[in-house]
T-cell receptor
Framework: EPEVTQTPSHQVTQMGQEVILRCVPISNHLYFYWYRQILGQKVEFLVSFYNNEISEKSEIFDDQFSVERPDGSNFTLKIRSTKLEDSAMYFC??????????????FGSGTQLSVL | KQEVTQIPAALSVPEGENLVLNCSFTDSAIYNLQWFRQDPGKGLTSLLLIQSSQREQTSGRLNASLDKSSGRSTLYIAASQPGDSATYLCAVVMNYGGSQGNLIFGKGTKLSVKP
């Protein structure tokens, strides 16, 4: 069964450093998303991406964050200058709203980001 | 602002028992509601998706119901098994024309099924 792949599974960085989290969505999907989950808290929406542009973003997704689809398969989340409070599990997801699965989202297994 | 609440936060049952997980939301103007399963160290797996016009969805031993007007959904698990142990998340998408992937999650119910 096709799946969303995220790399790395764990990332440790120093405060103020830039990090790039990588995702390979399911190949025929058209919508791509990033979510995060701070330990012990709810999963939170960050951004959705369609047709090579951001279609929606949350208040969390400020100027420190950016997303890119650099080629036909990868989808990345960049945090320019990490803060301690950016430590969280980051989930990538994709969907194909024109398929039988409708709006069902398929999630990757996440990247655990630790900012020291 | 939409708030999604799940009760109980944790539940422990013996194997074979039927159980109900509850989800409530404050704003009934939802587009759809999904139930997810989250295993430790793994991603979220979509279990059932209910459109706002639907009342329930079934998949195997799982049945999810939706009462939009009262802001409630339940996930019924029949004949529970130890492999059902996981955290179950409820999430809604609002009906405001935005991205259908902007899910608003509850905090989840951590289910433990004892052999």
């Amino acid at each position: 069964e096709p799946e969303v792949t995220q790399t790395p599974s764990h990332q440790v960085t120093q405060m103020g450093q830039e990090v790039i989290l990588r995702c390979v969505p399911i190949s025929n999907h058209l919508y791509f998303y990033w979510y995060r989950q701070i330990l012990g808290q709810k999963v939170e929406f960050l951004v959705s991406f369609y047709n090579n542009e951001i279609s929606e973003k949350s208040e969390i997704f400020d100027d420190q964050f950016s997303v890119e689809r650099p080629d036909g398969s990868n989808f990345t989340l960049k945090i320019r200058s990490t803060k301690l409070e950016d430590s969280a599990m980051y989930f990538c997801a994709s969907s194909d709203p024109y398929s039988l699965t409708l709006e069902k989202l398929f999630f990757g297994s996440g990247t655990q980001l630790s900012v020291l | 602002k939409q708030e999604v609440t799940q009760i109980p936060a944790a539940l422990s049952v013996p194997e074979g028992e039927n159980l109900v997980l509850n989800c409530s939301f404050t704003d009934s103007a939802i587009y759809n509601l999904q139930w997810f399963r989250q295993d430790p160290g793994k991603g979220l797996t979509s279990l059932l998706l209910i459109q706002s016009s639907q009342r329930e969805q079934t998949s195997g031993r799982l049945n999810a119901s939706l009462d939009k007007s009262s802001g409630r959904s339940t996930l019924y698990i029949a004949a529970s098994q130890p492999g059902d142990s996981a955290t179950y998340l409820c999430a809604v998408v609002m009906n405001y024309g935005g991205s259908q992937g902007n899910l608003i999650f509850g905090k989840g119910t951590k289910l433990s099924v004892k052999p």
